[in-house]
């Protein structure tokens, strides 16, 4: 997914401007297309530039990889979860088209990426995530412990089994 969250340019309405800035995220479900993306995003932007008589630089930062999350590991986090909070409420989300600093842990060991339901009951207080308004129902906060203790209870367990 290709998000262009910021185009910038010039500084009037009746000058044509020298140059622009665009920004944005980009995001996948594949290591493979996620390490391809700087060169293909670099090769259409000088041609669509060169088209037009243009020329155009890719800066691209590399913020968060792909969140990679093992099944083994999720079929046992969802076991601790349920434990937690009932087999109804455990649930395994499909891929997400999320950002997070957690997929590195993800290179170098097997892991489970949770999340978390902290939505308000009042849904005029419902805001998205990243919103400068969001609320968030605080006594989620005991659930997510408990959930990361009985999944490292259960991990010890299947370890030493």
Same mark, same amino acid.
């Given at each position: 997914?290709?998000?262009?969250?910021? +185009?910038?340019?010039? @500084?009037?309405?009746? +000058?044509?401007?020298?140059?622009?800035?665009?920004?944005?995220?980009?995001?996948?479900?594949?290591?493979?297309? &996620? #390490?391809?993306?700087?060169? %293909?995003?670099?090769?259409?932007?000088?041609?669509?530039?060169?088209?037009?008589?243009?020329?155009?630089?890719?800066?691209?930062?590399?913020?968060a990889e792909?969140?990679? =999350? !093992?099944?083994?590991?999720?079929?046992?986090?969802? %076991?601790?979860? #349920?434990?937690?909070?009932?087999?109804?409420?455990?649930?395994? =989300?499909?891929?997400? $088209? +999320?950002?997070?600093?957690?997929?590195?842990?993800?290179?170098?060991? %097997?892991?489970?990426?949770?999340?978390?339901?902290?939505?308000?009951? !009042? !849904? @005029? %207080?419902?805001?998205?995530?990243? @919103? !400068? &308004?969001?609320?968030?129902?605080?006594? /989620? $906060?005991? +659930?997510?412990? @408990?959930v990361l203790?009985?999944?490292?209870?259960?991990?010890?367990? /299947?370890?030493?089994?």
């Amino acid at each position: 997914m290709l998000t262009v969250g910021s +185009i910038v340019s010039g @500084s009037r309405f009746n +000058i044509v401007a020298g140059d622009a800035v665009m920004m944005g995220t980009c995001r996948t479900f594949s290591r493979e297309v &996620h #390490a391809a993306l700087p060169e %293909k995003l670099r090769r259409v932007a000088e041609h669509v530039a060169e088209a037009y008589g243009c020329t155009a630089e890719l800066e691209f930062e590399v913020l968060a990889e792909v969140l990679y =999350c !093992d099944p083994e590991t999720t079929a046992l986090g969802l %076991k601790s979860v #349920a434990k937690v909070v009932g087999e109804e409420n455990a649930v395994v =989300c499909g891929p997400q $088209m +999320i950002a997070e600093d957690f997929c590195y842990y993800t290179e170098h060991a %097997k892991c489970v990426f949770f999340n978390l339901g902290a939505r308000v009951e !009042d !849904d @005029s %207080k419902v805001f998205p995530l990243h @919103s !400068d &308004h969001v609320l968030f129902d605080e006594r /989620a $906060m005991e +659930i997510g412990a @408990s959930v990361l203790v009985q999944t490292a209870v259960d991990l010890l367990d /299947a370890l030493n089994a």
